[in-house]
């Protein structure tokens, strides 16, 4: 038979027990808990476009033979959808810059970036403006600056030209297909990059 004390003690580890399985749980929520916005649309194209540059909103509807060409230069399954917006900027009648904005998912929830293209069809800078998977899915700006410079080509990818990240397998290689498709949707609407005069 157990003594009072006995069921005093045994009551006790219990209440010690249901304290720390709370706190687990209440700390396992907060991991959980979905990843915010960072960035609007119109700071992200203040980011891309400094003060004395005209932005021009476009649109374009895209035929399927478009969409089937995107597909093939990004080597991805995922099309973009049939209509598309993208902002050009321009300066003294010159373009400078793209700007288009991509939301996919990566594991199941999205993210939304914007990639700024340069005239010659190169990525001048990545932008996250959301992220709704955990933070820990979110790999640092670093990762995402060594996009920088880079055309759409055989080095555009993970393992090559683009770093994994540990833990973030799905960002990186969502972002990466991402790119791609954005670079892959500039070539089709703008049509190839000039060729550089030769020197």
């Known amino acids: 038979m157990l003594t009072e004390t006995c069921i005093g003690a045994l009551s006790a580890r219990r209440a010690a027990r249901v304290l720390i399985l709370s706190a687990l749980d209440a700390f396992l929520v907060a991991r959980r808990a979905p990843g915010k916005v960072f960035l609007t649309q119109d700071e992200a194209l ?3 476009f400094p003060p004395g540059v005209t932005v021009e909103r476009r649109t374009a509807f895209l035929t399927d033979a478009q969409i089937a060409e995107v597909q093939k230069l990004a080597r991805c399954e995922s099309a973009p959808e049939a209509l598309i917006a993208y902002y050009v900027g321009s300066k003294g009648g010159q373009t400078v810059g793209t700007a288009y904005f991509d939301t996919h998912v990566v594991r199941t929830l999205p993210e939304t970036i914007m990639v700024l293209v340069d005239p010659a069809g190169k990525v001048v800078r990545i932008e ?3 992220f709704l998977e955990p933070e820990d899915y979110l790999p640092l700006p670093r990762w995402y600056a060594q996009f920088a410079d880079r055309p759409l080509n055989d080095e555009l990818s993970l393992k090559r030209g683009i ?23 500039h070539r089709v609407l703008q049509g190839p990059p000039p060729t550089p005069a030769p020197r």
Do not use: F
């Not at 770093?163 to 949707?185: F, I, K, M, N």
């Open 128 to 130: 996250v403006l959301s």
């Open 46 to 48: 203040r980011l891309a």
């Open 163 to 185: 770093h994994p990240v540990t833990g973030a397998t799905l960002t990186a290689s969502a972002t990466t297909e991402a790119v791609r498709r954005v670079l892959a949707l």
